[in-house]
């Protein structure tokens, strides 16, 4: 069966929750990206580089038959014309294009709610006790006829409107 973009996502999904962190040993790439997406909201653009890399060696192991079978589901080949570009850029493509839907799936299986800072909620008066505004507001303030003593040819005579 032909490796696919899918599964090769799923792939490199597996390997990176087995494979250990260097900085880390307790910890493999996919605790620690999913720690820091749960907590800041983005990731560190040094961890992005060592996970791309480890992508890339997993690339470079697969079999040339399956390597173009990647190639040509991915969105980077269309791009180039009919000519195959060499190995090291097919690699450098697919790992971008591979990193993109591992990080995607690490976001979609993060709930939102942990990387955003949810609204404070320190008070616990009532809505009415908060605010200084008068709720005896008259909106109505001028009569109808008020309106009517304005000159409304103010701008008549000036060109520029």
Do not use: H
């Not at 983005?42 to 038959?65: F, G, H």
């Amino acid at each position: 069966m032909a490796l696919t973009m899918t599964k090769a996502a799923t792939d490199l999904i597996s390997m990176l929750k087995k494979q250990k962190f260097p900085d880390e040993p307790k910890k493999t790439y996919w605790n620690i990206l999913t720690e820091q997406i749960a907590e800041e909201g983005t990731w560190d653009d040094d961890l992005i580089d060592q996970v791309k890399e480890e992508i890339a060696n997993w690339l470079s192991k697969l079999k040339k038959n399956d390597l173009n079978n990647l190639w040509d589901e991915s969105e980077s080949a269309d791009e180039y014309d009919e000519d195959l570009p060499d190995n090291e850029t097919i690699i450098d493509e697919l790992s971008d294009e591979l990193l993109d839907n591992v990080l995607n799936k690490i976001e979609d299986s993060t709930p939102r709610e942990e990387y955003f800072i949810p609204e404070a909620t320190s008070s616990k008066k009532k809505k009415d006790e908060d605010d200084d505004f008068d709720d005896d507001f008259k909106d109505d303030i001028f009569d109808d006829d008020d309106l009517d003593g304005f000159d409304d040819g103010f701008f008549e005579d000036d060109d520029r409107y």
